[in-house]
């Protein structure tokens, strides 16, 4: 069996969020630290530690304006500060580690495209599912995951890429890119996006070409495994069977998961296994295995190192004993939760067959 490949590196620490940001570098640390305790990349015959190239700029305006590019550039090189009216830090050095970042999406994208690896899992910062073709947001500067699904469809000619979005947050900036076209279906499950991000609603499903493939899962705050398992099993694996993807990649946010300070869901690190056992199956069904995981959002640094050990263990066979607290349901949210699934299915019946 070929390794999983972990693509990391120490230069990821150097963007600098500030004191008190939830976005900050002790994630990443709690993560190495995780897995060098749990001696999952001491396994030399399942994992490779991988360090990746910085994206160029040609590989950053397959998706970003160059005018987006020179303004992430320009205000780093000024020293930093917010790149939109929010939360969007920047320090001097977050150019150069945003286009690591990128980089380090792309470098896992091939890695397995030419089979050299199994799969892998690209433990990058800052993160990027909000970030649109002209704008940075919610912690994101560059949209890793749409350079390396846009680098699958433009130069590698692949037709049918899969990006299965499971951050609590919506991905708007990954949902405009692929709006208009049907080589990228995306899938996001999401808490509900009123507040923020403000997009990633069931009626938002595509134009033109892409019509039928954006389906939003907007699920209600505080949702608990129960619901989640019903929208993994009636919504996202019926139409990824459909689908047949050649690639798939996952936007693996885990602030979904129960005490995030900023996700606001209610996920046990069980439904963490089990979406990536039904991932697995995916991958080796449709695309030889062919999965690339980025990591999105995730705040709780005391049980992220765990959940993103738990992850990694799952891709390559590794044994590991993970760390739960059981979550128990909620009647009236399992209820909305209920309506909310029914009503994309019946939104989605019009472009694929959902089970009844």
């Known amino acids: ?93 977050s150019y150069e580690v945003a286009r690591y970042a990128v980089g380090g999406a792309l470098k896992a994208v091939d890695l397995v495209f030419t089979k050299k690896y199994r799969n892998a899992f690209s433990m990058i910062r800052p993160p990027g599912h909000h970030a649109g073709p002209y704008y940075a947001m919610g912690f994101c500067v560059f949209n890793n995951i749409a350079v390396a699904a846009k680098h699958l469809t433009k130069r590698l000619h692949l037709d049918r890429v899969l990006i299965l979005d499971i951050d609590s947050h919506h991905g708007n900036g990954t949902q405009e890119i692929f709006y208009h076209t049907e080589k990228v279906l995306y899938i996001s ?55 047949c993807p050649e ?5 693996a946010g885990y602030d979904g998961y129960q005490g995030d300070p900023v996700g606001r869901l209610g996920l046990s690190a069980s439904i963490y296994e089990i979406i990536f056992e039904k991932l697995l199956d995916l991958a080796s069904t449709f695309c030889e295995d062919k999965l690339v995981v980025l990591l999105e959002g995730g705040y709780n640094l005391k049980q992220l190192g765990k959940l993103v050990a738990n992850t990694i263990s799952k891709m390559g066979s590794f044994p590991y004993t993970k760390d739960d607290k059981k979550t128990f349901p909620r009647v009236r949210t399992e209820k909305q939760g209920d309506e909310i699934i029914e009503e994309i299915k019946k939104v989605h019946s019009v472009f694929w067959r959902l089970p009844r």
């Open 189 to 243: 499950l999401h808490e509900d996006p009123e507040e923020f991000p403000g997009t990633g609603f069931v009626e938002e499903t595509g134009e033109d070409k892409g019509l039928g493939y954006n389906v939003n899962i907007p699920l209600p705050f505080g949702v608990r495994d129960k619901t989640y398992l019903q929208a993994l099993d009636n919504i996202v694996v019926p139409i990824v069977h459909q689908y």
């Open 247 to 251: 690639f798939i990649l996952l936007s």
């Open 1 to 93: 069996m070929k390794k999983t490949a972990v693509v990391f590196t120490p230069k990821f620490l150097d963007h600098d969020t500030g004191n008190g940001h939830p976005e900050n570098s002790k994630r990443l640390k709690v993560v190495m630290r995780e897995l060098q305790n749990s001696n999952i990349l001491s396994d030399v015959d399942k994992y490779e530690l991988i360090e990746p190239e910085q994206a160029t700029i040609e590989d950053l305006e397959l998706t970003h304006t160059s005018q987006h590019i020179q303004l992430v550039k320009r205000i780093c090189e000024l020293g930093g500060g917010l790149l939109d009216s929010g939360d969007t830090v920047v320090s001097p050095k």
